[in-house]
């Protein structure tokens, strides 16, 4: 069974770097019928698709995040990370790591860690 | 404000049945699969419905989708008391290039 777990800081201060890490479990992350993604739902409020990486390699982010993004992958460890730079208090959300297809349906998603920032 | 839209809320007695709208344009749910998530407080979104109409394994046929021009709707027939979620609907913008998703929709089974 597909399992998935992020790792990461629970509290980043202000214009400062988040780096968060994604450990797939039960599924080869170089499949290429998928997409690995990280995804962000602030407290109370909707959830954020901020971008996801196919086995290849190749990178899709989203464009409002664009320039503050970059998501990586290691295949040996069944792992797949965020860097999200410049932070602000408005990036305070819970940050979840998910699967998806083509059609963007996320069918397998991590726990999800709440990342505050705050100094 | 959301690139798709749904109403905040919408309730119904046990047993009975509910629809959830979720409405885009043709640049995400008129021209894109469209997918739909529940929530329960404090997990992580599960998959209930994706390319339109399907159910991934697991999932009961109480649940069922469907997508009319840039529209798209979750319906759930027979509500239990444990179908109290968020709902929300999604799908790609291809306007955007981004995975959209709508602001969600509060179920309570009354």
């Known amino acids: 069974q597909l399992q998935l777990q992020e790792s990461g800081p629970g509290l980043v201060r202000p214009s400062e770097t988040l780096s968060l890490t994604c450990t797939v479990s039960?599924?080869?992350?170089?499949?290429?019928?998928?997409?690995w993604g990280w995804l962000r739902q602030p407290p109370g409020k909707e959830l954020e698709w901020i971008g996801s990486?196919?086995?290849?390699?190749?990178?899709h982010y989203n464009p409002s995040l664009k320039s503050r993004v970059t998501i990586s992958g290691d295949r040996s460890k069944k792992q797949f990370s965020l860097n999200l730079s410049s932070l602000t208090a408005a990036d305070t959300a819970v940050y979840y790591c998910?699967?998806?297809?083509?059609?963007?349906?996320?069918?397998?998603w991590g726990q999800g860690t709440l990342v505050t920032v705050s100094s | 404000q959301s690139v798709l839209t749904q109403p905040p809320s919408v309730s119904a007695a046990p047993g009975q049945k509910v629809t959830i709208s979720c409405s885009g344009s043709s640049s995400n749910i008129g021209n894109n699969y469209v997918s739909w998530y529940q929530q329960l407080p404090g997990t992580a979104p599960k998959l209930l419905i994706y390319d339109n109409n399907k159910r991934p394994s697991g999932i009961p046929d109480r649940f069922s989708g469907s997508k009319s021009g840039t529209s798209a709707t979750l319906g759930i027939t027979g509500l239990l008391t444990g179908d109290e979620a968020d709902y929300f609907c999604g799908t790609w913008d291809s306007s955007l290039s981004a995975a959209v998703f709508g602001g969600g929709t509060k179920l309570t089974v009354l």
């Open positions: 998910a699967r998806s297809t083509a059609s963007a349906d996320f069918d397998s």
């Open positions: 039960g599924d080869s992350v170089s499949s290429s019928s998928y997409y």
């Open positions: 990486i196919h086995y290849s390699g190749s990178t």
